[in-house]
């Protein structure tokens, strides 16, 4: 990524995390799941916010972490489970094959998202995520395949190349408002990263929260279509130099109007598994 060419940022908040004695906690609780729950020290700080089409042609899942891709879907209505598990599965799917060059993926969870409440309640639908983290660590990327597969499968599986990819896309666009932005991983450090425990109704978990650097760039993709994905890593299993871990964040843009809709979202996670 050549920074001189990023422009048009705009300054915002971001929730970090405070290293501390214990070990924060993440939990998801309520019906469905929709409700989370954050205990440990946080801190905000005002960041700026760089706008990532700026860049987006030079940015790679290696290099960078993150790309914005086109993406058109055929699902009518991502209100009805059995369009996405039918439809946007496998889409996605392919989409990660074709990014990524694995031999064979598979999507295994998904959470859909809306700033609206009635939609929360009615579809057990989440809140965007306000503060900065990434999904899995070094821990939990390899224990997810061992959740998902029989022992002897798992195993098999760990002595390969393999990454867990998400892919985010808007459900009701334009988004103008709490878009998702990226820190860019090559401005991380390893201190930066927080092991947190992520715990789920039937599991426990383990997330990293990201701590406050000075040195962190953030990128978003204003204005997303319901026509774009963007496609990031949040496990790499090589540790050969290129991006394991893709820190993200929804923010509050500045330039929000005031009657903006509340912003629905679909986030798909997936295997990707290398010969």
Same mark, same amino acid.
Not at 145 to 174: C, H, M, N
């Given at each position: ?140 990327? $390899?224990?997810?395949?061992? =959740?998902?597969?029989?022992? %002897?499968?798992? @195993?098999? *599986?760990?002595?390969?190349? &393999? /990454? ?89 843009? $500045?330039?929000?109007?005031? =009657?903006?809709?509340?912003? %629905?979202?679909? @986030?798909? *996670?997936?295997?990707?598994? &290398? /010969?």
């Amino acid at each position: 990524m050549n920074e001189v060419l990023l422009k048009d940022n705009v300054q915002a908040p971001v929730t970090y995390t405070v290293r501390g004695t214990e070990k924060p906690v993440a939990s998801t609780t309520g019906p469905g799941g929709r409700l989370r729950e954050w205990k440990g020290e946080y801190e905000t700080h005002t960041v700026e916010f760089y706008d990532g089409r700026s860049v987006v042609d030079t940015l790679s899942l290696d290099d960078d972490g993150f790309r914005l891709v086109n993406a058109p879907t055929k699902v009518e209505d991502f209100w009805q489970p059995s369009q996405i598990e039918e439809v946007y599965y496998k889409e996605v799917e392919a989409l990660i094959k074709q990014e990524t060059g694995a031999q064979e993926v598979l999507v295994f969870d998904h959470t859909l998202r809306s700033g609206n409440e009635d939609k929360q309640e009615g579809h057990f639908a989440r809140k965007p995520v306000v503060v900065s983290h990434n999904d899995y660590t070094a821990w939990s990327g $390899p224990q997810r395949v061992r =959740d998902l597969y029989t022992e %002897e499968e798992a @195993e098999a *599986r760990l002595k390969k190349r &393999f /990454s867990i990819i998400q892919v985010w896309r808007p459900i009701s666009g334009p988004v103008v408002s709490w878009p998702l932005a990226f820190c860019h991983p090559s401005k991380v450090e390893d201190r930066d990263l927080i092991a947190s425990e992520r715990r789920h109704p039937n599991r426990v978990g383990e997330i990293y929260m990201l701590a406050h650097n000075p040195n962190h760039q953030w990128l978003y993709f204003p204005h997303m279509t319901t026509d774009e994905a963007l496609v990031f890593r949040c496990y790499e299993s090589m540790e050969d130099g290129r991006v394991r871990f893709t820190p993200h964040t929804s923010f509050d843009d $500045p330039t929000t109007p005031k =009657d903006a809709p509340p912003r %629905e979202s679909i @986030e798909i *996670r997936a295997f990707a598994f &290398f /010969s």
